[in-house]
């Protein structure tokens, strides 16, 4: 079986899990009897397990063969899966969330680490459909969800589903070769580029994932506090999914086409022409759908192409990817948070100024990162 199908099946487990929380937020308090305000701090332990997963595994996966690593991080995530219903305590939630964490963060780093081994300088395409795949499985998470919501036991067919459906992933790539680790020598090594041009990619996901996961967490809350019904507003945060698969599913496309920084300036653009008009535009139905579609659809395609980006750029190894996934849960933890201290007390157009300023600092920040790689090329080229 193709590398790019096996690690894309393990992007779809890697969406359902990581979707499947917000959906089942009320259930999960019901169950630990807890108010909403304190379980949603399990985002928090997820993004804390994702964070040290990135620190600590990422490099592993420089020294050991990859794909029994990314096996047993799919073996530890069904796990979880299928013991956070039994989980009748906070702190058992809690722990539950932060090795869960761990083990996306030993699938993420895993997964983009190994497809780029595979396909090196050519990774674009397939990053895109591996990143599609991911994004299928967060549209799939709460229609899943939903289909047993009815139920009495409802969380523990939900979640014990999800643990089966993580299995075959684990699995097929337990069977399958590891690719080969390249140590390349003398002449044949890459040029390192500064640890700047890190610090940039790193700020960059920081930013640009923070508005992504502001827009996720928050967007709900946004639709029902201009008149939204909660059933509305629930189809939008489903819309803004749909439309956010369509965008990776177009990423493919667009990948054979066209430069990754061109596609990441022009959708940072579009996605903050879109915010600005939200901000000045009377908040109507129209605006709103428009609001959810659009982002999904122009957000989408920021993701792959900078880590494609940076594969040219600084060549994704276990250590590197690990920074850019440090960074991106570091921004998916704080920029929410941000946004619910002043949500109620500031009103909630706070959403939309911070994610205004999330995507204007990546822009930036891009700019910077496309001059400085210039510039190190042409220095490059006449040494």
């Known amino acids: ?66 794909h029994p690593l990314l096996a047993a991080s799919l073996l530890i995530s069904a796990i979880v899966l299928a013991m956070i219903p039994s989980a009748s305590l906070l702190w058992m939630l809690f722990a539950l969330s932060i090795l869960l964490g761990l083990a996306s963060a030993s699938i993420n780093v895993g997964g983009n680490m190994l497809i780029a081994l595979v396909h090196g300088d050519g990774v674009r395409p397939f990053l895109s459909t591996m990143h599609f795949a991911f994004g299928l499985g967060g549209l799939l998470a709460p229609i899943l969800v939903g289909l047993f919501v009815h139920r009495s036991d409802s969380l523990q067919i ?30 044949d090594r890459p040029r390192p580029l500064p640890a700047s041009m890190l610090g940039l ?18 967007y709900f809350s946004y639709a029902t506090e201009h008149r939204m019904e909660s059933r509305t507003a629930a189809q939008m945060n489903s819309a ?23 596609i990441i300036m022009t959708n940072l653009c579009l996605t903050i022409i879109l915010v600005a008009s939200t901000l000045y ?62 949500f109620k007390s500031n009103g909630p157009r706070v959403l939309m100024w911070i994610v205004l300023l999330n995507l204007c600092g990546a822009l930036a920040t891009t700019a910077i990162m496309f001059r400085r790689s210039s510039r190190l090329s042409d220095h490059c080229c006449n040494c």
């Not at 979707?19 to 009320?26: C, D, I």
């Not at 332990?45 to 990859?66: K, N």
């Not at 299995?167 to 002449?187: D, T």
């Not at 508005?211 to 928050?218: H, L, P, R, T």
């Open 240 to 262: 803004f999914w749909a439309a956010f698969t369509v965008g990776r599913l177009a990423t493919i496309r667009l990948a054979m086409q066209f430069k990754e920084i061109s």
């Open 1 to 66: 079986m193709s590398k790019t199908i096996l690690y894309s099946i393990a992007f779809i487990a890697l969406g359902l899990g990581i979707g499947s929380l917000g959906p089942t937020l009320p259930a999960l308090a019901a169950q630990t009897h807890v108010e909403m305000k304190q379980i949603s701090n399990l985002f928090i332990a997820r993004s804390f397990g994702t964070i040290l997963g990135a620190w600590l595994i990422g490099r592993l996966y420089d020294r050991v063969s990859g």
């Open 281 to 342: 535009l009377s908040s109507s139905p129209f605006v709103l759908w428009m609001g959810a579609i659009g982002l999904g659809l122009f957000v989408a395609p920021i993701f792959p192409n900078t880590f494609s980006y940076a594969q040219r750029r600084l060549g994704l190894s276990g250590r590197v990817t690990g920074w850019f996934l440090a960074g991106s849960s570091a921004g998916g933890m704080f920029w929410p948070w941000l946004i619910g201290q002043f």
């Open 201 to 218: 990619f790193v700020l960059f996901f920081f930013l640009e994932v923070g508005a992504e996961a502001s827009i996720i967490g928050w």
């Open 158 to 187: 939900t979640y014990r589903t999800l643990a089966f459906l993580t299995l075959p992933a684990a699995l097929l790539i337990l069977l399958s070769r590891s690719p080969v680790l390249q140590r390349l020598k003398g002449e």
